[in-house]
Nanobody
Framework: QVQLVESGGGLVQPGGSLRLSCAAS????????MGWYRQAPGKERELVAG???????NYADSVKGRFTISRDNAKNTVYLQMNSLKPEDTAVYYC????????????????WGQGTQVTVSS
């Protein structure tokens, strides 16, 4: 079984920065795409940033230029550097990863972290 463990969330003032991390552990054959989603109160969950195994990235328009997603394949970890934070960034942030868990065909699954609260408030 695979687990995704997040860290780095918290309370920050507008204009501040936070760095989220998500480490995958367990039975991992390979990790394809990894990403960060968020869900604000009363809103649908949305993709914030994604990164492929080859390093290609994509961002929601609302965070472009402020957030940076990266990954450390040796550590099975994905990061989200969040700068110039705004109150509208307040949400529960979830890590997601597409992971093949063994050499056996058909063992590709989508995993989610537990979610971490990010609150941007003055």
């Amino acid at each position: 079984q695979v687990q995704l463990v997040e860290s780095g969330g918290g309370l920050v003032q507008p204009g501040g920065s936070l760095r989220l991390s998500c480490a995958a552990s367990g039975s991992i054959f390979r990790i394809n795409a990894m990403g960060w989603y968020r869900q604000a109160p009363g809103k649908e969950r949305e993709l914030v940033a994604g990164i492929t195994s080859g390093g290609s990235t994509n961002y929601a328009d609302s965070v472009k230029g402020r957030f940076t997603i990266s990954r450390d394949n040796a550590k099975n970890t994905v990061y989200l550097q969040m700068n110039s934070l705004k109150p509208e960034d307040t949400a529960v942030y979830y890590c997601n990863a597409e992971i093949r868990t063994s050499v056996i065909a058909g063992t590709d699954y989508d995993y989610w972290g537990q979610g971490t609260q990010v609150t941007v408030s003055s």
